[in-house]
T-cell receptor
Framework: GQNIDQPTEMTATEGAIVQINCTYQ??????LFWYQQHAGEAPTFLSY??LDGLEEKGRFSSFLSRSKGYSYLLLKELQMKDSASYLC??????????WGAGTKLIIKP | GAVVSQHPSRVICKSGTSVKIECRSL??????MFWYRQFPKQSLMLMAT?????????EQGVEKDKFLINHASLTLSTLTVTSAHPEDSSFYIC???????????????FGEGSRLTVL
């Protein structure tokens, strides 16, 4: 079956670095997306990985290992506005996104 | 956790026909549901916000007469693609905001998506 596993909740301190891990099992693979979702708002796109390795985009980086079915989202220089849920979503062979439950990130001053 | 069911998961239709996609919240009530469109290897694009008992709010550039949205109950929203054309072929996904959790986290629950192919 298809499955996504990421932590339910994480807490970090403003200015610090946090890594949100995601493991997945899908029927085929066409890349993996990370989305950010603030409470009560629609999710916003953060990153897309289709090849192994690290993709850096400002304070956010995303890593993918296809052989391990593993990805992580790295957030640096955390700001209070980064408090949100982060959704890991691999795309299967039918180009359907398989959504995880998301990780709620709490940033403390 | 809360479940959102989207149907059909895949549909193929001829150009000029209309297609209806349903989005149901199975174990919770949702006053607000969202409809997205996603092209291969691109991010989700919000099309419209569906509110139970009132007209949907469409994002800029989305034709409301082409993408009809009906949210007649607290557990069902439908998206009808009217007079579909090949350029409407895409992956459509809905999400629902649980009324029960609205005051707590505003968490959104997503459907599995519907792949539309217009020949």
């Amino acid at each position: 079956g298809q499955n996504i596993d990421q932590p339910t909740e994480m807490t970090a301190t403003e200015g610090a670095i946090v890594q949100i891990n995601c493991t997945y099992q899908t029927s085929g693979f066409n890349g993996l997306f990370w989305y950010q979702q603030h409470a009560g708002e629609a999710p916003t796109f953060l990153s897309y990985n289709v090849l192994d390795g690290l993709e850096e985009k400002g304070r956010f980086s995303s890593f993918l290992s296809r052989s391990k079915g593993y990805s992580y989202l790295l957030l640096k220089e955390l700001q209070m506005k980064d408090s949100a849920s982060y959704l890991c979503a691999p795309m299967d062979s039918n180009y359907q996104l398989i959504w995880g439950a998301g990780t709620k990130l709490i940033i403390k001053p | 956790g809360a479940v959102v069911s989207q149907h059909p998961s895949r549909v193929i239709c001829k150009s000029g026909t209309s297609v209806k996609i349903e989005c149901r919240s199975l174990d919770f009530q949702a006053t607000t549901m969202f409809w997205y469109r996603q092209f291969p290897k691109q991010s989700l694009m919000l099309m419209a916000t569906s509110n139970e008992g009132s007209k949907a709010t469409y994002e800029q550039g989305v034709e409301k007469d082409k993408f009809l949205i009906n949210h007649a109950s607290l557990t069902l929203s439908t998206l009808t693609v009217t007079s579909a054309h090949p350029e409407d072929s895409s992956f459509y996904i809905c999400s629902a905001k649980s009324n029960d959790l609205a005051g707590e986290s505003g968490e959104l629950f997503f459907g599995e998506g519907s792949r539309l192919t217009v020949l």
